[in-house]
């Protein structure tokens, strides 16, 4: 065999691996992608859970005379519980551990 033949083998072999490594690499982050974005859903679920379980506990709550009450304190509220909620969730320590549920039975499925 000639040597040339024999370098354009290794070129294309190395080539080759070089292709699969770069396919294998592609794969693997395209999954961790997917695992991110599914821990994200799971966590965003559950602060759409937990928000309202703060909403139903802030209507048991007899409403003062302070704050004169009205639309602009209802949104503020609803915010305010909107922002708690995604803090609870985003936290492993407070968190209810409801996303780490739906992430363990979704996590084979993507």
Same mark, same amino acid.
């Given at each position: 065999?000639?040597?040339?033949?024999?370098?354009? &083998?290794?070129? /294309?072999l190395q080539n080759q691996k070089m292709e699969n490594l770069e396919r294998f690499s592609n794969l693997n982050s395209q999954k961790?992608?997917? *695992?991110?974005? !599914?821990?994200?859903? +799971?966590?965003? %679920? *559950? &602060?759409?859970?937990?928000? $309202? %379980? !703060?909403?139903?506990?802030?209507?048991?709550?007899?409403? @003062?005379? !302070? %704050?004169?009450?009205? #639309? +602009?304190?209802? =949104?503020?509220?609803?915010?305010? /519980?909107?922002?708690? &909620?995604? /803090? =609870? +969730?985003?936290?492993?320590?407070? @968190?209810?551990?409801? +996303? *780490? $549920? =739906?992430? #363990? $039975?979704?996590?084979?499925? =993507?």
């Amino acid at each position: 065999m000639n040597p040339i033949d024999i370098s354009m &083998a290794r070129f /294309n072999l190395q080539n080759q691996k070089m292709e699969n490594l770069e396919r294998f690499s592609n794969l693997n982050s395209q999954k961790n992608l997917r *695992e991110e974005s !599914l821990r994200k859903t +799971a966590s965003d %679920f *559950e &602060a759409v859970f937990i928000k $309202q %379980f !703060l909403e139903t506990m802030d209507s048991t709550v007899r409403k @003062s005379e !302070l %704050f004169h009450g009205g #639309q +602009a304190e209802n =949104i503020f509220k609803s915010m305010l /519980n909107d922002e708690v &909620a995604k /803090n =609870i +969730a985003s936290n492993p320590t407070t @968190s209810f551990g409801l +996303a *780490e $549920q =739906i992430y #363990q $039975q979704m996590k084979d499925r =993507i």
